[in-house]
């Protein structure tokens, strides 16, 4: 199960539209991106800075169906 706890979003102009934090399967998972990019919107999961300043996932969903309906509820609370 996969539900929208809360929705940030970010007015600046910027391709970053929001933040969410978003429950899966009762984990609540902090820091989820809705991003515009050329194909549209796209969600990103939470990602955390190295000491070598390269960007690394701190979540990763294995599962494809779940990644799929995770950007889809996201989204949807997103487009309200």
Same mark, same amino acid.
């Given at each position: 199960m996969i539900e929208v706890a809360r929705l940030h979003r970010v007015e600046n102009g910027s391709s970053l539209k929001?933040?969410?934090?978003? #429950?899966?399967?009762?984990?609540? #998972?902090k820091g989820v991106r809705i991003i515009e990019g050329t194909n549209g919107l796209f969600v990103t999961m939470p990602k955390s800075q190295g000491k070598?300043?390269?960007?690394?996932? &701190?979540? &990763?969903?294995?599962?494809?169906?779940m990644q799929s309906e995770l950007q889809s509820i996201v989204l949807e609370v997103y487009q309200v």
């Amino acid at each position: 199960m996969i539900e929208v706890a809360r929705l940030h979003r970010v007015e600046n102009g910027s391709s970053l539209k929001a933040f969410a934090d978003v #429950v899966i399967n009762q984990v609540l #998972v902090k820091g989820v991106r809705i991003i515009e990019g050329t194909n549209g919107l796209f969600v990103t999961m939470p990602k955390s800075q190295g000491k070598d300043s390269k960007w690394y996932p &701190t979540v &990763t969903l294995v599962d494809k169906s779940m990644q799929s309906e995770l950007q889809s509820i996201v989204l949807e609370v997103y487009q309200v």
